[in-house]
């Protein structure tokens, strides 16, 4: 007996990627619950492209070089890949930051966060309104990252 194809079921899967590292971060995210809603579907595109008179368009900018919305989803996309950071918090629970080293996984995300920053930036031709979103993200990490291990030392942002 013959193996079943699954190969039209697949594509209809993973319509939008085009690797299986994309494949595998959907599967991941279903597992996760999360579910993918079509464009056409989407309230939130429609009544952002309502409001703004678009019908789906890229928006660009008044000389029509930069494609704001590819620098927004790189942006985007940045922050997604990149949070949230890690903290190790027994280690930060018995040690004072500025007094002791930062874990060695601490330290290869932030540079692993600053490449692929590099990198995103260098993807759409670096422009400097990208690098600007990227430094924003980037700076949030830095937020998030310092609440979640002023949490592991038992303080709140509050109370600093």
């Known amino acids: 007996m013959g193996g079943l194809d699954f190969s039209a079921l697949d594509r209809l899967a993973y319509r939008g990627c085009s690797t299986a590292e994309e494949q595998a971060q959907k599967d991941a995210l279903i597992e996760r619950g999360f579910a993918f809603v079509e464009e056409k579907d989407n309230p939130f595109l429609q009544a952002s492209d ?23 989803r790189a942006a985007f996309d940045y922050h997604k890949r990149n949070t949230p950071p890690p903290v190790d918090r027994a280690y930060w629970s018995k040690h004072t930051v500025g007094e ?61």
């Open 50 to 72: 309502a409001a703004s008179g678009s019908k789906g368009e890229a928006l660009e900018s008044a000389s029509g070089a930069r494609d704001y919305r590819m620098f927004y």
């Open 100 to 160: 002791a080293d930062v874990p060695e996984a601490e330290l290869r995300y932030w540079m692993e966060a600053a490449e692929d920053a590099s990198k995103t930036s260098a993807r759409c031709g670096n422009d400097p309104f990208l690098s600007d979103l990227l430094s924003a993200v980037y700076a949030e990490l830095e937020r998030e990252y310092k609440k979640l291990r002023e949490a592991a030392q038992g303080r709140t942002p509050d109370a600093l």
